[in-house]
């Protein structure tokens, strides 16, 4: 019996037929020995405060200053969830946050960041699996298919991004971990410390492991027709698609074999294993919407979507044993079933290019045959052409107002603006409206168009808040790396039964201290023309980007209150 495992935060849920089966958590580490006896002071501190009656404001104070200390000298990510929580606060809760979370024990939870299955004992479909945990302490636990203890811990020297496994845990496996700063290190059987493997040079968007070509693969080389060097290979390769737009392929000893260069960005990689062809195939989703498809190095075919495809999934699906899943950043689900009469091109071109496919030489097409309806029609076009043409024209020419018109609103609509060229932050804003009313969906797309990385940023909103509520009216953005588009979304909702529309701005802010504005003195006029000084309070925020949404009509008017 299959089971449906997720992971969130420290937390593996694991469903059998949709239904809750076990939770699993991964082992907390102890803090580190500077950090607990930082809050061991503090705690001391408090509970002497209390017993004297005096506030604990002090103590927050000097807590906060030695925390920021630890900061420095070990990193914040190796500082316990509790410590980095406080750090982030503003100073007036900083006392109540000390007050109710300084009696709980100091532990160091960690993060799920992947997960993916390993084989036991046998390669069957209905075999047992173990469960294979990436956690942000950089650990990798292998657990027990039935017990769900865990069988294996492997350290790793940076946080995985991506998992990928080979072989048995009863016989032989090795265990594969695309890390975070572009490497990919793997961990054989009996070794606790996973080893360096690869090193790209470039950060590693996705990888796969390729099981070695089959004998029925006829791969020749078109100069001799006799299998090409490079094809001869003993054992599983490693396919790489890297964030500078190359596709590299590896040997499980990290020997380079080939590269190329890949149309656009990738979005997603897998193995499309053909075992009635005896052709593993590597499909990439690209950025734009399409989907190569790749034996070694040569393009065999090409898939479109009419949008950027997110994730993909290759098995079977219900009867049809070649199916390929494929969902778009819109959440779209697209089901393509492979025919069984297809063949992938093995032969190639001079210049490394496929052989398409040929059609059959005595293949006809079957023209039916003229029907009495068919000839008077033609007769009548025949003697009214000059009439048929106007009306043609005429219905052509009202379709193009027809989408110029709603194109023209489509802009009004859908923003897509960039900052200002003289800003060191140099971002992409997109936004989407989606809705009838009077609940519609903002959906921004924010994207770093310069080759540096940027953070401390956040997304606001201004509007009218006797129109509209604003569900998430300020949004913190993560880090944005570059070439990653970030997407977020929060709901607008209409607060009058009658049919009103306004404006709606967003807004990026720099949220970083060098940005920041305090509140300053500042020189204003009286009514009589005399100056007087006069302080701002407060923290104005450094705007990046500005776009305005022009809301449509509501279809209807606010639901009812209650």
Known sequence: ?????????????????????????????????????????????????????????????????????????????????????????????????????????????????????????????????????????????????EAFTILEDIKVNDVSASLATSGLYDVDYCVFSACRSGCICVAERGTKEAELLIAPGSLILGFVIVPPPSSKANHVDPSTRAPAEEEVRVGASIVVALSNQKLQSYSRQGKKYWEIMLPSHARAIITVPLIHLGLTLVAVALAGGTVNFYHEK????????????????????????????????SGILHVKILKRTSRFGVEVTEDGQPVPQKRPKDHKLSIPKRTKEFVEHAAKERDNAIQIHQTFQRDLLHMRKVVDRAYQDNVNKCRNVTSAPDNPKQLKLTVQLHGLGPVFKAMMTLETISPDAVQDIALTFHWDPRIYSIDQPFIKVPYLAPNFPYHLETFIRLLTETPISDKVTVIVVDTSEDTVKVGKKESVTSLKGSKKPKKTSGRRLATIITTIINMPLSEDGAPPPG
């Open 1 to 145: 019996m299959h089971v449906l495992g997720v992971a969130s935060g420290p937390h593996v849920y694991l469903y059998k037929n949709l239904r809750p089966f076990f939770k699993f958590t991964v082992p907390s580490e102890n803090a580190d020995s500077t950090e607990a006896e930082v809050w061991g002071q503090a705690k001391e501190a408090l509970e002497i405060a209390r017993a004297m009656g005096s506030d604990s404001e002090f103590s927050a104070d000097a807590l906060v200053e030695m925390l920021n200390g630890l900061k420095v000298n070990i990193g914040e990510e190796n500082l316990t969830a509790r410590s980095q929580h406080l750090l982030s606060l503003p100073k007036t809760e900083w006392s109540q946050f000390i007050t109710e979370s300084s009696s709980a024990p100091l532990k160091k939870q960690t993060v799920i960041c992947c997960i993916t299955t390993l084989k036991k004992a046998m390669r069957d479909d209905d075999s047992p699996s173990c469960l294979v945990i990436a956690t942000e302490n950089r650990h990798i636990y292998i657990l027990d298919p």
């Open 298 to 329: 040569m393009l065999v075919d090409v898939m479109k979507f009419q949008e950027t495809v997110s994730a993909l999934a290759f098995g079977s699906y219900g009867q049809e044993e070649n199916t390929l899943v494929a969902v778009t950043y």
